[in-house]
């Protein structure tokens, strides 16, 4: 996985959070097994643009003038937003061992056109986001799942995907990730009943008699 470089600074804990917002900073914490809580700040236009095209689970190597966070990498583990505007207000960094596995959600991407698609199924995905566990060098932020070979009734659970060598997914095996159901009943009969109903109103219109 491609490691995002992101500046971080230390956060004074006397500082107001609510006039750092302002200021366009972003509050956030970093813990892990070899260091304590340390309270950060990050430039909020900074973070947006860096995961503009990146999931929010990718790695994170961490740009800092600090000594206790100089070449560290994290990994984000919770984002806080206001439920009115969906502001970020916090965000909650986890320090990550390159010699250690680490667990994330990665996203799952459906790739095609399935075939039953074509024939009037419907595509049904079931999971969007699955727990997978490996080690940072290895470990993945999205899954690719090509589902143009799939017909009408078809699925394609956990144990079918197909994922690089040293990635473990964290899910029941037999758990079903999409599939391509059949059309609804309301689907198949609308075509006819439309049908149907023009051809009693039809029915129902007088019929011009030809003058004598």
Not at 69 to 80: C, N, S, Y
Not at 180 to 197: D, F, H, L
């Amino acid at each position: 996985m491609e490691l995002i470089n992101l500046n971080l600074k230390i956060r004074d804990k006397k500082d107001n959070v609510r006039s750092l917002r302002r200021k366009g900073l972003i509050p956030a914490v970093i813990y892990g097994k070899k260091m304590s809580n340390s309270p950060l700040l990050v430039d909020s236009k900074e973070f947006s643009v860096a995961f503009a095209r990146h999931s929010t689970s990718s790695l994170i190597n961490i740009l800092s003038k600090e000594k206790s966070l100089e070449g560290k990498t994290a990994v984000i583990k919770e984002i806080q937003k206001d439920p009115a505007t969906e502001a970020i207000i916090h965000i909650d960094l986890h320090e990550v061992l390159m010699d250690e596995m680490i667990e994330i959600e990665a996203t799952v991407h459906f790739t095609g056109k399935p075939e039953g698609v074509k024939l009037g199924g419907i595509l049904e995905p079931i999971m969007r986001h699955i727990l997978i566990k490996g080690y940072p060098k290895d470990i993945i932020d999205t899954i690719n799942v090509d589902v143009s070979s799939l017909k009408i009734g078809d699925i394609i659970h956990i144990k079918d995907l197909k994922l690089p060598e040293g990635i473990e997914v964290l899910a029941d095996e037999d758990a079903p990730v999409v599939m391509v159901a059949e059309p609804t009943i309301e689907e198949v009969t609308a075509p006819a009943e439309a049908e149907t109903a023009e051809t009693a109103e039809a029915a129902e219109q007088p019929q011009t008699q030809p003058k004598a």
